[in-house]
């Protein structure tokens, strides 16, 4: 099982809105990602959590709040987002943070905001 | 990071082989070259990665010269649905990958 499963796959919120984007893998990886990609642009890295820390943070706003409850899963709270947060979120995995292993891909949350 | 610089697109008639360049002049002996690819609205998907040596697998191959300075993504019979964004991408010991602009790769019929 190579999937990274990410949900919901659309979502339009509010403003005012809280709510909350959800990535599991069951790889045993235990790097995981979060990716920001506007359109006709590339993923922009987000955050990336290492055996459950949060190794980085790519000083991103903190109405963005991400959480690794356990090795499998990867959540991202959103909280009083403006419409340019509208974008693909992408959520991603590898095996660890060293190079020559390679990350796998969800197929995205796609947000709108109004 | 070293920097990777690819064409902004190609075309590619269906049936023949898709050569994509890729060049990374800055890149350091501990860095690797990956490739990856993103059909539209869908999440990047891995093709290759390479450090020195060529590689192949059942999508790809991957050819690197020997200074390293710059390489190739061979798709040996380019479908229609290869029509994607190809993504090459050095990654540094420890880093997260870090996407640039991309070659999008137009499969003609």
């Known amino acids: 099982d190579t999937e990274v499963t990410q949900t919901p796959k659309h979502l339009v919120m509010g403003m005012t809105n809280k709510k909350s984007l959800k990535c599991e893998q069951h790889?045993?990886?235990?790097?995981m990602y979060w990716y920001k990609q506007k359109a006709k642009k590339p993923p922009e890295l987000m955050f990336v959590?290492?055996?459950?820390?949060?190794?980085i943070n790519e000083s991103v706003p903190s109405r963005f709040s991400p959480e690794c409850p356990n090795s499998s899963l990867l959540n991202l709270h959103l909280h009083a987002l403006q419409p340019e947060d509208s974008a693909l979120y992408l959520c991603?995995?590898?095996?660890?943070?060293?190079?020559?292993?390679?990350?796998?891909f969800g197929q995205g949350t796609r947000l709108t905001v109004v | 990071d070293a920097k990777t610089t690819q064409p902004p697109s190609m075309d590619c008639a269906e049936g023949r082989a898709a050569n994509l360049p890729c060049n990374h002049s800055?890149?350091?002996?501990?860095?690797?070259v990956y490739w990856y690819r993103q059909i539209h609205s869908q999440g990047p998907q891995y093709i290759i990665h390479?450090?020195?040596n060529n590689e192949t697998n059942e999508m790809a191959s991957l050819i690197i010269t020997e200074d390293r300075k710059s390489s190739t993504l061979i798709l040996p019979h380019a479908t229609l649905r290869d029509t994607a964004v190809y993504y090459c991408i050095v990654r540094v010991v420890g880093r997260a990958l870090t996407f640039g602009s991309g070659t999008r790769l137009q499969v003609q019929p």
């Open positions: 959590y290492s055996y459950e820390k949060l190794s």
């Open positions: 390479g450090l020195k």
């Open positions: 991603a995995s590898s095996q660890g943070t060293r190079t020559g292993t390679e990350a796998f």
């Open positions: 790889m045993g990886h235990r790097a």
């Open positions: 800055t890149i350091s002996g501990n860095e690797y």
